[in-house]
């Protein structure tokens, strides 16, 4: 019966397709005439690069330009690309043309001495060798330039200013053959360093417009040539690096971005492009409050502000076999714009001394750029080990973590939640450190005259050794609590944002406040401050916008040149 029923299934399903089939098919295609748009039509890819030495991204931005504005509407594009830290013409052009840091082409003045630009070439050289046909013709303003980049070029000029490097320009774009054009603009930069790298300068905001005027007059001839319709023109502007400037506090952040000598400008410009901003990038949460200025103008109490524990302080010793914790946020001051300090001293617990590297005890102190952990025995023997750098005005957390592991005694340093380096022995001829001294915030007599000025906060010392993820999950927090998993081994928590004031109110169970000292030639200040806390790092947050070494790759990969790994190029390709 089964086969019976299957057989008279099958009959009807066939019966219902021959009826089906009898019907017109009302699916077909029109009459209409159709074009195939599968092909399409390969157009020569040719690369426009213009340079504008000194252009900072956000005067541009604000300078009311007509044709770089024009060119955003069909552009990857941002004002807060970045430059290298050295922020010169030799380091920011060589960048630009190779592709890679200063660590490998070695260009890091306009001197150019102890180059390495024959291990690492320009884009130039890389293009000539993998398309020798490719004309390539460059332009420019500053004899530097013209003298250490001309070579692997088809033509190179040298012109007395920036309307004959345009008027040069513009006669290369009436070659047929032309296919990589680039030119150097100085104007911009002469009028930064003579004036001031802002447009609140007319002279530097009006250098910026002219420039911008022989865009358009570029950029006309560009579009006039009898082969653009078969043309794929990519059109780079850029600046080499910024200058310094004066921003309003409320726009600093203290991270690269309000660095003003890195800031740049960066437009990626094909016909066939959708606008694309790439705009600052988050940069962290602020940490918000007021909080107590310690600093010295000399090196003595009198002209200081810093703070002691008076009681109780034995439980603040390291021992010579207790595991301990201490936790810190310290944000420094500039100082003749940079923020680097010659050793001193901002937390610890040790006998007075008239050295960095002596007198019994623990310090927690600034090296430099970096931060650093001392402990000193009685025999005036000493170990340090540095932290991480600390190259900005931000909030940063730091964390020293000590404790017992296979009968050696170790410790561990973190920044901003971050274990930096690795676990590091402490040696044995330390032995105990215990002393008598107050637990002191700030300020302490030293052999170094270069003293601190800035702020600690949010203090935390555990009377135990806690873990990496505990670490890591509170360090860019601004307060714990009893929640904190442990808080039971806490010994002493000052959050340091107490407004006002002489006390610094200890919250953990052991009530030990700081008291603070304000030296009869200094003043009592409390700041209220919002800054960044853990900021990301500034290596991190120049890869999130256009910098000069990724523009090199763009460029190769427009000619359809795959960079082989051994040219080791540091840049990356912005994608619209």
């Known amino acids: 019966m089964k086969n ?42 040719k690369v426009l690069y213009l340079i504008v030495d000194g252009a900072r991204g956000w005067s541009v931005r604000d300078a009311g330009t007509t044709n770089i504005a024009a060119l955003t509407n069909n552009a990857i594009y941002s004002w807060y690309s970045v430059s290298d830290s050295l922020a010169n013409d030799g380091n920011g ?10 660590a490998k082409h070695k260009v890091i003045d ?12 320009t884009i130039f050289r890389r293009i000539r060798d993998q398309k020798p046909d490719t004309r390539i013709a460059m332009f420019a303003a500053s004899p530097i330039f013209n003298a250490n980049f001309s070579a692997n070029t088809d033509q190179s000029q040298l012109f007395a200013n920036d309307a004959a490097v345009a008027t040069g320009i513009i006669g290369e774009l009436g070659n047929d053959a032309a296919s990589l054009i680039v030119g150097e603009f100085n104007g911009v930069n002469a009028a ?37 319709a078969k043309e794929n023109w990519l059109v780079v502007v850029t600046s080499n690096h910024g200058g310094p400037a004066s921003i309003p506090a409320a726009q600093n952040d203290g991270t690269v971005f309000s660095y003003t000598p890195v800031s740049t400008f960066t437009i990626i410009y094909n016909a066939s492009y959708q606008p694309k901003l790439i705009d600052k990038p988050f940069t962290g949460n602020k940490y918000i409050g007021n909080f107590l ?46 923020y680097s300090y010659n050793w001193p001293i901002i937390l610890s617990k040790k006998d007075t001394s008239l050295t960095v590297r ?55 340093m973190y920044q901003d939640g971050l274990l930096v380096g690795s676990e590091t022995v402490i040696p044995a001829t330390i032995g105990n450190i215990d002393n008598s001294a107050p637990l002191r915030m700030g300020y302490i007599k030293t052999d170094n005259t270069n003293t601190f000025d800035g702020y600690l906060s949010d203090i935390r010392i555990w009377k135990v050794a806690v873990p990496d993820a505990v670490i890591a999950q509170y360090a860019c927090n601004t307060t714990i609590d ?63 916008v256009p910098r000069n070494v990724d523009l090199p790759r763009q460029i190769l990969s427009w000619f359809t040149i795959s960079p082989p790994d051994n040219w080791l190029l540091d840049g990356r390709v912005w994608l619209n």
């Open 192 to 228: 930064g360093m003579q004036y001031g790298y802002d447009n609140s300068f007319p002279q530097y905001k009006n250098a910026i417009l002219q420039f911008d005027q022989y865009l358009g007059q570029i950029m006309t001839a560009l579009k006039a040539r009898k082969t653009y």
């Open 293 to 338: 200025h310690l600093y010295s103008t000399a090196n003595n109490d009198v002209n200081s502000v810093f703070a002691k524990v008076k009681n109780n302080n034995a439980i603040y010793n390291l021992g010579d076999t207790s595991s301990f914790t201490i936790e810190f946020k310290v944000k420094k001051s500039i100082r003749a714009g940079v």
């Open 4 to 45: 019976q029923r299957n057989v008279a299934l099958f009959f009807l399903t066939l019966v219902g397709l021959v009826a089906a089939c009898s019907k017109p098919f009302d699916r077909m295609l029109s009459n209409a005439s159709y074009s195939d748009t599968t092909k399409s039509v390969s157009k020569t890819p």
């Open 358 to 412: 002596t007198g019994r005890g623990w310090s927690l102190a600034i090296e430099i750029n970096t931060w650093r952990l001392l402990l000193y025995n009685a025999n005036n023997v000493s170990f340090a080990i540095n932290g991480g750098n600390l190259l900005d005005g931000n909030w940063h957390s730091c964390a020293v973590v000590i404790t017992n592991k296979n009968f050696n005694r170790v410790v561990r």
């Open 482 to 544: 009893k929640s904190h998993p442990y808080w039971n081994y806490i010994i002493g928590y000052w959050p340091g944002n107490d407004g006002s004031g002489l006390v610094i109110k200890d919250l953990s169970p052991a009530n030990n406040n700081f008291n603070i000292s304000v030296g009869t030639t200094t003043t009592l200040q409390w700041n209220s401050l919002s800054d960044i806390i853990c900021p990301p790092s500034t290596a991190f947050l120049s890869t999130l």
């Open 110 to 121: 306009n001197t150019f001495n102890g180059n390495n630009l024959n291990q690492y070439p």
């Open 93 to 102: 052009w060589a960048d630009l043309l190779t592709g890679v840091t200063k």
